[in-house]
């Protein structure tokens, strides 16, 4: 199969990886400069649970140098960098290409619909994770499953084919019907961890030790379970609060800062937007009040405007 | 006038400097004891507005070794340390002694009525300002107003007494029948400042130029002035904004951090348990929701607690 990694961080990288190993023709896509060079002349190397996989040849892109047509597009961005990247390679789409959504966060799939039919597009929620070892290196630990569901599923002419080619490549997909509420729980469970790290500048294990966390994570989440239901989504809170606290281990992701920290850390811009802000955008549109997912976007907002600044000095 | 100064920091030792200077007997106590030395061995140097105003002898003690009795007390104390402060040196407080609050925030004035009676306890809002240049040094600029009110007015014999004491020494004070008001309002505006600047590490300029500034204030105090109904206080949100947009200025306060942001960053606690915290008291005392005040007042406590967790280390 033909098929295009468009977003090839850690782990882009490593799903090019698996299915240019599995025999598939594979293309990456990335604006990191650095990185598409080294996977161009010297091919990506792989680095699994430590042990070295082999380096795989592989041709790799700035996003508005991808040419020909495409089986397959996987989107793997941030979700900030979806829109440039699927108006960058937009010429590649064709009225065969089935595409799967692996950005995180809610509110993207949207945005892909303007460039494919809903019968052709997979969201799918991914429990595989990824690193990178520096430019044209995966360096990436353990293994994964991927849940996949056809965007509104008019025909399911297409199932067999992708499910056939990402389990071929080890990726032990499955179809299922209720990827929706695992975004869902995922947005909530991130939209408790990665913000109040990031702005408080502590571990995962730290929230955890703090006494008050179970009532933090509750005055945030109880405004995500009511958006949520107008967005016809029955999340359990207990759930969410019980696979927060399951981070909290070192063992588990305690010793962690989110990404979001990291984001900020670098004075990257973060996807707060995508988390906190989108449940503040649909609390609007259905007339929720959701003042406090409102002032810790404007807190993760205020902190991006600071770097903003030093950055300037 | 026999006056005890209870709480000898910067305003503190402010306030015995111009009461001492104005021909009062006036002792000073204070739990820092480096300070409480320098000024018993050397006098207590004030500069004010950068001008040497001479170094005054006055006795100075550590609370549980203040003795005698006093007509005036003068609590100045941060508003965490009150309760200690009110312990040690209640064998001074007799039958005759006044007293004036001049602690921070609200709920403060509930702890002295343990030691005073009502008629004899004066609330009062403070717009001097002070600084310390070490330990026995005074220096501050600029002068103030002070306006004071008996916290029960059954009878007003005391009041010439005191406010002729005061303006003898150049305080500028009056009586006012809307001390809680403005004690309120004050408040309000730091409940906003402080915790944001601390939380996010910013100065208030920094926070002004933030263009949700705003949004995040009226979230804030749209809880405190509902909370504030149930005391029979009537906030005007606009004049808030006001007073705390006017602070924005890098010639008013922009280049500062509220001291809260200090206090987080040299490892004390905070006085967010009697701000926000003090929010979130009486919104459950009254039935009103605080979420907001609530997730900020948490925000701070984490904060503490992670400072906590690295002066062990």
Same mark, same amino acid.
């Given at each position: 199969?033909?098929?295009?990694?468009?977003?090839?961080?850690?782990?882009?990288?490593?799903?090019?990886?698996?299915?240019?190993?599995?025999?598939?023709?594979?293309?990456?896509?990335?604006?990191? $400069?650095?990185?598409?060079?080294?996977?161009?002349?010297?091919?990506?190397?792989?680095?699994?649970?430590?042990?070295?996989?082999?380096?795989?040849?592989?041709?790799?892109?700035?996003?508005?140098?991808?040419?020909?047509?495409?089986?397959?597009?996987?989107?793997?961005?941030?979700?900030?960098?979806?829109?440039?990247?699927?108006?960058?390679?937009?010429?590649?789409?064709?009225?065969?290409?089935?595409?799967?959504?692996?950005?995180?966060?809610?509110?993207?799939?949207?945005?892909?619909?303007?460039?494919?039919?809903?019968?052709?597009?997979?969201?799918?929620?991914?429990?595989?994770?990824?690193?990178?070892?520096?430019?044209?290196?995966?360096?990436?630990?353990?293994?994964?499953? /991927?849940?996949?569901?056809?965007?509104?599923?008019?025909?399911?002419?297409?199932?067999?084919?992708?499910?056939?080619?990402?389990?071929?490549?080890?990726?032990?997909? $499955?179809?299922?019907?209720?990827?929706?509420?695992?975004?869902?729980?995922?947005?909530?469970?991130?939209?408790?961890?990665?913000?109040?790290?990031?702005?408080?500048?502590?571990?995962?294990?730290?929230?955890?030790?703090? $006494?008050?966390?179970?009532?933090?994570?509750?005055?945030?989440?109880?405004? /995500?379970?009511?958006?949520? $239901?107008?967005?016809?989504?029955?999340?359990?809170?207990?759930?969410?609060?019980?696979? /927060?606290?399951?981070?909290?281990?070192?063992?588990?992701?305690?010793?962690?800062?989110?990404?979001?920290?990291?984001?900020?850390?670098?004075?990257?811009?973060?996807?707060?937007?995508?988390?906190?802000?989108?449940?503040?955008?649909?609390?609007?549109?259905?007339?929720?009040?959701?003042?406090?997912?409102?002032?810790?976007?404007?807190?993760?907002?205020?902190?991006?405007?600071?770097?903003?600044?030093?950055?300037?000095?």
């Amino acid at each position: 199969m033909k098929i295009l990694v468009a977003g090839a961080g850690a782990m882009g990288s490593r799903f090019a990886y698996m299915l240019v190993k599995s025999g598939n023709d594979v293309v990456i896509t990335d604006s990191w $400069k650095q990185h598409i060079d080294v996977i161009n002349n010297k091919g990506l190397k792989v680095l699994i649970d430590g042990y070295n996989m082999g380096t795989y040849r592989l041709p790799a892109f700035l996003p508005n140098e991808v040419h020909g047509e495409f089986d397959l597009i996987i989107l793997l961005t941030k979700a900030m960098q979806l829109e440039s990247m699927l108006q960058d390679i937009k010429h590649v789409f064709s009225d065969n290409t089935l595409v799967i959504n692996l950005v995180s966060g809610l509110g993207n799939a949207e945005q892909i619909l303007e460039y494919v039919t809903m019968d052709r597009l997979y969201v799918a929620s991914n429990y595989w994770t990824a690193g990178l070892g520096g430019p044209g290196v995966v360096d990436a630990v353990g293994e994964g499953t /991927i849940k996949l569901q056809i965007y509104k599923n008019d025909s399911s002419q297409y199932d067999e084919q992708v499910i056939d080619v990402l389990n071929s490549a080890g990726f032990r997909a $499955k179809l299922s019907h209720d990827v929706f509420l695992d975004i869902w729980k995922e947005l909530a469970v991130s939209s408790v961890i990665n913000p109040m790290c990031a702005i408080l500048d502590c571990t995962i294990a730290q929230f955890g030790a703090y $006494k008050g966390n179970v009532e933090i994570s509750r005055l945030i989440l109880d405004e /995500i379970v009511e958006v949520a $239901k107008h967005e016809n989504v029955v999340l359990n809170i207990e759930d969410i609060l019980d696979k /927060i606290s399951s981070l909290f281990p070192d063992t588990v992701a305690g010793r962690h800062y989110p990404s979001m920290h990291q984001d900020l850390m670098t004075k990257r811009n973060t996807e707060i937007d995508y988390l906190n802000g989108y449940i503040v955008q649909l609390g609007l549109k259905y007339d929720v009040l959701t003042p406090i997912n409102s002032i810790i976007r404007h807190q993760i907002k205020l902190k991006e405007q600071l770097n903003e600044g030093s950055k300037k000095r």
